[in-house]
């Protein structure tokens, strides 16, 4: 069985910076793809960003380009999501997903193993 345990979460004001980890077990974490999502209040879950299994490419959702950065430490079965520049708009519960394959997902239907979701909440 896979497990994802996320970490990192907190209030932060505007403007300022968290390190969200995703510490995996239960099966090769090198071998898969992953990602992290976010879903607010009322709202769908969205694609933040993804990662393939080597960490040598990721895609990012629009609205966060440029500020958070997505990574993958295949040694220690740890993915990170470096949030840098937070706003108001970021508060959320964000997750960590694990996919089947090796590519990069961003669809939502693709990640068959979540975390339990870490909050997130940025203050004007």
């Known amino acids: 069985q896979v497990q994802l345990v996320e970490s990192g979460g907190g209030l932060v004001q505007a403007g300022g910076s968290l390190r969200l980890s995703c510490a995996a077990s239960?099966?090769?974490?090198?071998?898969?793809?992953m990602g992290w999502f976010r879903q607010a209040p009322g709202k769908e879950r969205e694609l933040v960003a993804a990662i393939n299994w080597s960490g040598a490419i990721t895609k990012y959702t629009d609205s966060v380009k440029g500020r958070f950065t997505i990574s993958k430490d295949n040694g220690k079965n740890t993915m990170y999501l470096q949030m840098n520049s937070l706003q108001p708009e970021d508060t959320a519960v964000y997750y960590c997903?694990?996919?089947?394959?090796?590519?990069?997902?961003?669809?939502?239907?693709?990640?068959?193993?979540w975390g339990q979701g870490t909050q997130v909440t940025v203050s004007s």
């Open positions: 239960g099966r090769a974490f090198g071998g898969y793809g």
């Open positions: 997903g694990s996919t089947l394959g090796f590519d990069v997902e961003v669809e939502v239907t693709q990640y068959r193993y």
